[in-house]
């Protein structure tokens, strides 16, 4: 379980996040939802530990507080242009002290990218950079693992790979934090929806709440209503 407690973050003179409280539950898959500059990533970025509040506390459970038990997949690529796939792999293998193991064949499979191995990352499309991306960033295993906008310019079937992947992993209690504005994506990876605006936290709900339920969420702007609206049904 990870918990924020009335948590806020201050850049300069601006508040990027305003003491926002809310729990993440082990196995959950949850979306951050909300638009552009609502400041999703900035609260990822503060659970998965890589910037630090300005108040307010977050705190991890006995499972999450191990040495690899987060996983950060940010929105910008943080690949090597010129190593390979298998290279890549194996670079960041060695920086954890970890072996070739069940898991990352499977990972390997299941994203199948024996399909370009020996290919060199600047030779790659950008939905296979991604699939690389996605490896790299679970190496280590992770019990919880928060992905901003893993899916931008992955195609079908690239798309359908990472979501089996990460479905799989999480049907064996891997807990799913992520930001996309990709509705399918939505529909297909999440159960729990925390609605965002301005840096504030303004609903928690489930996805069907949100789309099938119609259910009512005073103070959203007519934005983020916009947003939500296209997809009920
Ligand atoms: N390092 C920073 N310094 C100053 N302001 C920042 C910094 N990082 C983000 N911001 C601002 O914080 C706000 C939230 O940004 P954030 O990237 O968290 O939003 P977001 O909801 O993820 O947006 P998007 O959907 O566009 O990715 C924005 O107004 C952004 O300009």
């Known amino acids: 379980m990870l918990q924020l407690n009335s948590v806020s973050y201050q850049k300069g003179k601006s508040d990027l996040i305003q003491s926002v409280s809310a729990t993440v539950q082990p ?19 503060l659970m998965a530990g890589i910037i630090q509040p300005s108040s307010g506390t977050i705190t991890y459970d006995d499972s999450l507080s191990g040495k690899n038990a987060i996983g950060y997949i940010p929105q910008q690529l ?19 002290g970890s072996k070739t193991n069940p898991f990352m064949n499977e990972m390997i499979e299941t994203l199948q990218l024996k399909d370009f191995w020996n290919k060199r990352i600047d030779e790659l499309s950008g939905g296979m950079k991604r699939k690389v991306n996605l490896t790299v960033g679970m190496i280590q295993q ?44 939505i529909h297909e990876l999440a159960d729990k929806m925390w609605l965002m605006e ?12 949100v789309v099938h339920d119609h259910i009512e ?9 916009k947003m939500i609206s296209f997809h009920r049904y």
């Open 142 to 185: 992770p019990k919880i693992v928060f992905l901003d906008e893993p899916f931008v310019g992955v195609d079908l079937a690239a798309k359908h790979d990472m979501l089996n992947w990460l479905n799989r992993l999480n049907s064996r209690g891997v807990t799913i934090v992520f930001v996309t504005h990709d509705w399918q994506v």
């Open 198 to 209: 301005n840096g504030d936290l303004l609903h928690e709900a489930t996805v069907d709440e």
């Open 78 to 96: 943080a690949l090597f242009e010129n190593l390979t796939v298998k290279e890549h792999l194996r670079f960041y293998q060695k920086m954890i």
């Open 217 to 225: 969420l005073p103070d959203t702007s007519s934005a983020l209503q």
């Open 27 to 45: 196995g959950d898959r949850l979306t951050i939802f909300g638009p552009n500059g609502a400041g999703k990533s900035t609260l990822m970025r």
